[in-house]
């Protein structure tokens, strides 16, 4: 059929087969209720690739990732395999590569229910809705060479004009969309690295005149996003620097629950994945909050196919939901991880 949507879905680890099965559910109802033709199948990935077949990303996975229209990944990591050889997370830095997944798109957007469990001042976060766009295949965690001794260690910053232009004209595309702010972090009065990057921003600026840009070093940066985070729109930035600002933003909202995120690859398929970790402490207990794996989904219907009024049906129907207090535990409601969902079910059944 040459209008199948074709997604490779991985549960992973931890909490991530209850999340995953929470998605799978909503985006079932949706094919059904709307003639949508998706094909959806199901993956071993990081230590349930590990268990399986000896390999965090084992090849069939790959393979069915990589002829897929868009991933789902649910969560990765178990304290079991903390210390081997290979472990849950180089399965994802694999798969980050071999698929060039260089663009990781965060958004960061305060719903005003659960902003009071945000650690920062209701006021202070009002209005906040900006995006970070960080460089996924690049910089220190791919660098060579490498060593490590016991008195002595190395890493390497790698960038090439290439993959920073690649990652500009998502971020200066995107904000096209949105406010036209790109404000690029740096560490230009330190790193090489880091004065390319500001050269080469300054002539990616001049082809989106309509767009203004804002250069700002990384630890001022870092504590802007605390101190007023409302002023951002879209932030761009390379790997290490995006790794870090991009989980200190998290907790402006209040929930890592609540966040999705989107990984893009250069012509090939998207991954789309909740920002938080497996957290085995309360995988299998049915406690998980599943919104975060819920709006990666939402991400993916508007991002890979384009079904944006779909999104937005799902979406509104978890904010109506929140709004009416129907939340799980880690928000303050009384909701496990299926109650939330079939209660999302049914409030989409009904539109």
Not at 16 to 31: C, S, W, Y
Not at 103 to 120: L, M, Q, Y
Request: aromatic residues 6%; hydrophobic residues 45%; glycine residues 6%.
């Amino acid at each position: 059929m040459t209008n199948e949507k074709v997604i490779a879905a991985l549960p992973g680890d931890g909490i991530g087969p209850e999340i995953m099965d929470a998605a799978l559910k909503i985006l079932r109802q949706l094919d059904q209720k709307y003639d949508l033709h998706f094909k959806i199948a199901q993956f071993p990935f990081g230590a349930a690739g590990i268990k399986e077949s000896g390999t965090p990303l084992p090849d069939k996975t790959l393979t069915a990732c990589a002829q897929a229209d868009a991933i789902l990944l649910a969560a990765i990591g178990d304290p079991a395999y903390e210390h081997a050889a290979e472990t849950p997370e180089a399965g994802l830095l694999k798969l980050r590569k071999s698929l060039e997944l260089f663009a990781n798109i965060r958004p960061i957007k305060v719903s005003p229910v659960i902003a009071p469990r945000s650690p920062i001042k209701p006021e202070v976060i009002a209005g906040t809705d900006f995006v970070i766009v960080r460089e996924l295949t690049g910089g220190l965690y791919f660098g060579k060479p490498r060593a490590l001794t016991e008195t002595s260690a190395l890493d390497t910053c790698v960038y090439s004009k290439a993959e920073i232009e690649r990652i500009l004209h998502v971020a200066f595309q995107m904000a096209q969309k949105r406010k036209k702010i790109v404000t690029s972090v740096d560490k230009a009065n330190v790193l090489a690295t880091s004065k390319l990057w500001r050269k080469i921003v300054e002539e990616v600026a001049a082809q989106y005149p309509d767009v203004t840009l804002h250069h700002q070093l990384v630890d001022s940066c870092a504590m802007m996003l605390i101190k007023n985070p409302s002023e951002f729109d879209v932030v761009v930035t390379e790997n290490l620097f995006g790794d870090i600002l991009s989980d200190e933003a998290s907790v402006i909202p209040g929930s890592l629950g609540m966040m999705p995120s989107a990984s893009l690859s250069a012509g090939g398929p998207a991954l789309y994945e909740p920002i938080h970790g497996s957290a085995p402490d309360i995988a299998g207990k049915n406690l998980a909050n599943p919104i975060s794996m819920l709006l990666s989904m939402t991400m993916m219907l508007r991002d890979t196919f384009q079904l944006n009024e779909i999104a937005k049906r799902v979406e509104d129907a978890i904010d109506q939901l929140l709004d009416e207090g129907i939340m799980t535990k880690d928000l303050g409601g009384e909701e496990t991880t299926t109650s939330f969902v079939e209660k999302l079910s049914k409030t989409l059944e009904e539109e």
